[in-house]
């Protein structure tokens, strides 16, 4: 069992930036990857970011390229995401998620989820 808790979230003004941060209680064995998936009110969750944790090779959606980054930090099992130039279509609640294997989309494939953290960004 994984526990992950995200922090960070806020409301801010378009153009701005936030850092999220996702702990995991702990690592599972073997080979993992983490991944950021955000929802806002009425849509469905949909992907953001990943990272294969060994490796770091990290994914994105199409919508963040170039203004999101995602991090980690081996020592304190724990991921970031960097949102700089934040839109108001940025807004919703962002979970990280933990799976086995290699990065996907597919949020179905992620086995461990946080609780979640709003970002609402004002224009």
């Known amino acids: 069992q994984v526990q992950l808790v995200e922090s960070g979230g806020g409301l801010v003004q378009a153009g701005d930036s936030l850092r999220l941060s996702c702990a995991a209680s702990?690592?599972?064995?073997?080979?993992?990857?983490m991944g950021w998936f955000r929802q806002a009110p009425g849509k469905e969750r949909e992907f953001v970011a990943s990272i294969n944790w060994s490796g770091g090779s990290t994914y994105y959606a199409n919508s963040v390229k170039g203004r999101f980054t995602f991090s980690r930090d081996n020592a304190k099992n724990t991921v970031y995401l960097q949102m700089n130039s934040l839109e108001p279509e940025d807004t919703a609640v962002y979970y990280c998620a933990v799976k086995y294997g290699v990065s996907s989309y597919d949020r179905a494939t992620y086995r461990y989820w946080g609780q979640g953290t709003q970002v609402t960004v004002s224009s």
């Open positions: 702990n690592r599972p064995f073997g080979s993992i990857a």
